[in-house]
């Protein structure tokens, strides 16, 4: 904007600011003062504008000055100093300007409505400040609530997996007692069904080969004890009435040495055999005695 007459200037000390306030002829035409920095002399870079409401005095130049030197001299801040400049038309500005009767009373009355405002602003800032401080004192509580959780279930969960490994090897020890004590119980019969029974066995089956034997063989020795048998026998009832009881006694031991080569010769070899025979009588045991 280009005013048709000459505007008048007022320096703003530390910030080369300058108000431009329009004639009283063209108080009606023009309600807005500008904030801005000259330059070679042309005024026509504006950084604020000014409401001035129409109920409002126009101030002098002279008057302007006064209340911006009291700001400039409260702030040398740019943007605080144009929010003050902004509000010299507003009511408690105006009422600075219509009960100060010196230029000394209206210069302090700014610089105190100066320092009222950036009071208000820094109040506003520690407000603000202690409520991030309480909202980030909060969040560190959460957190370390959360850490504290977190370390709790940690022990907990190596508490509860400590225990359960103590249970498991308590049971363990309890099954390995209790295997222990049931293979001792079955020692016995698992030496004469594994051992003792095929050696017994084995031997019935050479005892009955010589018996067989005999018979065809060393028939007049003495010692030959297949012909004492025979002969004893002859004298019996059984062997007076029985023909053939040669045959009969020789297919009655043929019959039961089969049946115990059978059902007691096991592979002296097979020790995976025996190992599972003996597992297999230790979990009868511990099965019929309700030991588990």
Not at 6 to 25: D, G, K, Q, Y
Request: one cysteine or more.
């Amino acid at each position: 904007l280009i005013f048709s007459q000459a505007l008048s200037l007022i320096s703003c000390r530390c910030c080369s600011l300058a108000i431009f306030l329009p004639p009283a002829s063209f108080g009606d035409y023009y309600n807005t003062p500008l904030l801005t920095t000259p330059s070679n002399n042309d005024y026509t870079s504006f950084v604020n504008f000014i409401n001035i409401r129409a109920r409002s005095k126009q101030v002098t130049p002279e008057v302007a000055n006064i209340i911006i030197s009291g700001i400039s001299s409260i702030t040398e801040d740019i943007e605080t100093q144009e929010i003050l400049v902004s509000s010299i038309y507003d009511d408690e500005f105006q009422n600075i300007i219509h009960h100060c009767k010196t230029d000394e009373e209206l210069f302090s009355q700014t610089q105190n409505l100066s320092k009222n405002y950036l009071d208000t602003q820094l109040k506003t800032k520690d407000a603000k400040i202690a409520a991030i401080s309480a909202s980030s004192e909060k969040n560190n509580r959460l957190i370390k609530d959360l850490e504290d959780k977190v370390a709790r279930n940690k022990t907990e969960l190596e508490e509860l997996q400590k225990k359960r490994s103590e249970e498991a090897q308590k049971f363990e020890k309890k099954q390995q007692q209790i295997c222990e004590f049931a293979e001792k119980k079955i020692l016995p019969w698992w030496c004469l069904k594994s051992y003792i029974f095929p050696v017994t066995v084995f031997i019935i089956a050479i005892g009955f080969i010589a018996f067989i034997g005999l018979q065809f063989f060393f028939c007049d020795q003495d010692w030959n004890f297949t012909m004492q048998f025979f002969n004893w026998v002859e004298t019996t009832t059984f062997g007076q009435e029985v023909e053939d009881y040669v045959y009969v006694i020789d297919a009655a031991f043929c019959g039961i040495v089969a049946f115990l080569l059978k059902i007691g010769l096991k592979n002296p070899f097979n020790q995976s055999k025996r190992n599972q025979e003996k597992a297999d009588m230790i979990q009868k045991y511990i099965d019929t005695h309700d030991l588990s």
